[in-house]
């Protein structure tokens, strides 16, 4: 049932970038909105494969590693659509600039494993222990985008 869920999911997702898109692929905001649809069909299909596909008594610090990424990319395609929907505005070079700053640290530190301690299953329940960085980084990318994400520079 799950896997019909998600394939559902993945079609909408699908369709809602596709007909946004192709309404006018030359304006920012259509870009910017199916650049965003995009990161969720990703997501969609990663849980995909882990949830439906994946063995259970493996280790998971693949799904964990690929959660942390596309969740800040995902996070940072929503803000610049924001910045250029409706007005299909430009970019502000600047706070672009703040947002996708942290990603100099997540990305490395999401590759080698620093965001957590164990992630997998056990006794067949998922079970992921996060590191003080994880919750750090998260605390760092909601200040970066109070403090320079939505107000003037």
């Known amino acids: 049932m ?10 909408l997702l699908v369709g809602l970038g596709f007909y946004v898109f192709v309404a006018d692929p030359r304006r920012r905001a259509h ?6 649809i995009a990161f969720l069909g990703i997501w969609t299909i990663k849980d995909l494969i882990f949830w439906n596909f994946y063995p259970r008594d493996s280790a998971a610090s693949w799904w ?5 990424i596309i969740a800040f990319l995902m996070q940072a395609a929503l803000v610049v659509f924001a910045w250029v929907f409706p007005e299909n505005s430009r970019t502000p070079r600047r706070r672009a600039a703040v947002i996708f700053a942290p990603a100099l640290v997540l990305i490395p530190a999401t ?3 620093m965001m957590w301690h164990k992630a997998g ?3 067949g329940r998922f079970v ?3 590191t003080p960085l994880a919750y750090a980084f998260r605390r760092i990318c909601l200040l970066a985008l109070l403090l320079r994400g939505v107000s003037p520079l």
Request: hydrophobic share 70%.
């Open 64 to 68: 964990a590693a690929a959660s942390f």
């Open 121 to 123: 299953f056990e006794n």
């Open 31 to 36: 870009q910017t909105f199916a650049a965003f």
């Open 2 to 11: 799950l896997v019909l869920l998600h394939l559902f999911a993945l079609f």
């Open 111 to 113: 590759i080698g494993g």
């Open 128 to 130: 992921i222990d996060l």
